[in-house]
């Protein structure tokens, strides 16, 4: 069964292979690129090196972006590519009698098909995602936004995961479909629903979030560990009042906007919010006011946490439709 595997899947493979190559070479060239240019840059400044590294990450983003919007589609393709032809196109023309007759079981059929080719596509999403790990630690070390959607999801492990599930939601939907283009379609529609919905409203509640009580403040008064704080007004005279947006260092802010409180502990209004205050005025009233926000945030040094959390959820997940395949393969197809 392997070589049979092996005969019919060694031109994508190769391919597949070719293509890994080429990619390596682009990211080892281009991520040694930018860590030539970002040491040029802390070489050339004493210091105050902050307008030159945003001005680098201005320049690198392009090309960052492309990379992990290409990455983050890996999962899904190779599920509508190698997942549900893997099995559809044997149905669709009734191969699968002729190897069956030759006293291979069904379930030995499908088992050697999804660890073998299933487990280079996993394999394959997985070099690839350690690779873009790799080429762009010099941009996450400047950013320290590596817990923000459509960057989580192309670094580290949890490529594995997706690539799992992605290939096992392929296989099983050619097992039901029994059609390789419809299978491949709802491939695609189940991948992108879980890449959209895990992120908002799985990936948050992973772990309970620690809260902190933070003094608001303009950027001279920031507490350590705070990068920035945006202040949003509502309302006015009486009924003023202030939202904060806190920026922490490598952690992920999962409260969102929240809004200024007095030091009693409730929402601050009217003059207390400072709201008639100039720009540059109003770091210092806030500051004299007292005011605070309570943020809820996942620390930075739990990011690796994360990772393995949700490419165990993801894996765990992809058991559902490989089970799900296996069932309907002995009990319901002839």
Not at 147 to 162: D, I, K, S
Not at 191 to 207: E, G, K
Request: charged share 15%; with cysteine; hydrophobic share 50%.
């Amino acid at each position: 069964m392997i070589w049979l595997t092996w005969r019919q899947f060694r031109v994508p493979l190769l391919v597949t292979l070719a293509l890994l190559g080429v990619v390596a070479a682009f990211l080892l060239i281009t991520g040694i690129g930018m860590r030539d240019g970002l040491d040029e840059i802390r070489a050339g400044c004493a210091g105050g090196c902050g307008d030159s590294l945003n001005e680098f990450v201005r320049q690198q983003q392009t090309m960052v972006s492309a990379v992990g919007a290409a990455l983050i589609a890996v999962p899904g393709l190779l599920g509508m590519a190698w997942g549900a032809p893997l099995v559809a196109r044997e149905l669709e023309s009734g191969t699968h009698r002729m190897i069956w007759n030759q006293g291979v079981t069904r379930t030995r059929w499908l088992m050697v098909r999804m660890l073998t080719v299933g487990g280079f596509a996993v394999l394959t999403t997985g070099l690839l995602g350690l690779m873009v790990t790799w080429w762009a630690r010099p941009i996450d070390a400047i950013t320290q936004e590596r817990f923000t959607p459509l960057v989580f999801e192309v670094r580290g492990v949890v490529p594995f995961g997706y690539a799992a599930f992605a290939f096992a939601v392929g296989v099983c939907a050619g097992l039901l479909v029994r059609r390789t283009l419809p299978a491949m379609a709802v491939t695609l529609a189940v991948v992108a629903a879980a890449q959209i919905l895990v992120p908002l409203a799985v990936r948050p509640h992973l772990m309970p979030p620690e809260t902190r009580t933070l003094r608001v403040a303009g950027p001279a008064g920031l507490e350590k560990g705070i990068t920035g704080m945006g202040l949003q007004s509502r309302g006015s005279g009486d009924n003023a009042r202030m939202d904060v947006i806190v920026e922490m260092a490598g952690a992920w802010v999962t409260s969102g906007r929240s809004p200024a409180l007095t030091p009693d502990g409730v929402p601050a209004t009217g003059a207390e919010v400072c709201a008639d205050s100039g720009p540059t005025s109003q770091g210092k009233c806030l500051e004299q006011a007292g005011l605070r926000v309570e943020v809820e945030y996942q620390p930075g040094d739990r990011y690796w946490t994360f990772q393995l959390l949700e490419t165990a959820l993801y894996l765990a997940l992809a058991g559902l439709p490989a089970a799900a395949g296996l069932w309907w393969l002995r009990r319901r197809l002839s």
